[in-house]
């Protein structure tokens, strides 16, 4: 079955520099959610779409923004970045009607220097 | 807002043992359940779900149910594999369509053989 996909899987950048981060969801799911997760914690939500219009927000810093395309696929535009912002960055899709499981990709690891 | 609370870990049981990782959460209305399950290096994989009060559910061996009266959702099985070994996440999400997921802190379980 396919599965959520995102790129790249990893990503090293400097302080300062941005960084996009891609997901592309399962075929059929309408809905996108952006985790953060950092060391030893649990993920932590930043921001969702639905039917590519902002559905909800979380702990996500002005210095990111995201959107969802008309294909649906969504990309994370990262500006600015931080020593604090190297975390595994997961994407995660469902589908509006079902029991609000929500399948993740492998994840994005941003390193940055 | 909503929370949810997880055993501290880590756990380190030996093969065959019976596992027991506790979940607890807070919420308005009636949310839906979830244990995620994290390899290492790996993405976050949905492990089994619960969307009212007194379902179970179960895949792999892994059981829990969905007790509203002690707010509770703790995950069991009765006998456990080196292959088990990985962190385990108790998650909601609320009653109203696509939502965001909250997490618990996480459970690193060992399994030795």
């Known amino acids: 079955a396919a599965g959520v996909i995102q790129s790249p899987r990893h990503l090293i950048k400097e302080k300062r520099e941005t960084a996009t981060l891609k997901c592309y969801p399962i075929?059929?799911?309408?809905?996108v959610y952006w985790y953060q997760q950092g060391p030893g914690q649990d993920p932590q939500f930043l921001i969702s779409f639905y039917e590519k219009m902002q559905s909800d927000k979380g702990s996500i810093p002005d210095r990111f923004s995201a959107q969802q395309f008309s294909d649906y696929h969504s990309e994370l535009n990262m500006s600015s970045l931080e020593l604090g912002d190297s975390a595994l960055y997961f994407c995660a899709s469902s589908q509006r009607g079902g029991a609000g499981e929500q399948y993740f990709g492998p994840g994005t690891r941003l390193t940055v220097t | 807002g909503n929370s949810v609370t997880q055993m501290e870990g880590p756990v380190t049981l030996s093969e065959e043992a019976f596992l027991t990782i506790n979940c607890t959460y807070t919420?308005?209305?009636?949310?839906?359940l979830f244990w995620y399950v994290q390899y290492p290096g790996e993405g976050l994989q949905l492990l089994l779900k619960?969307?009212?009060?007194?379902d179970k559910g179960s895949n792999k061996g892994f059981e829990a149910t969905y007790r509203k009266e002690t707010t509770s959702f703790h995950l069991e099985k009765g006998s456990v594999q080196v292959s088990d070994s990985a962190v385990y996440f108790c998650?909601?999400?609320?009653?109203?369509?696509?939502?965001?997921?909250?997490f618990g802190q996480g459970t690193r379980l060992t399994i030795n053989p």
């Open positions: 619960a969307t009212k009060a007194d």
């Open positions: 075929p059929r799911h309408d809905t």
């Open positions: 998650a909601l999400s609320g009653s109203q369509g696509a939502q965001k997921l909250v």
């Open positions: 919420a308005t209305g009636y949310p839906s």
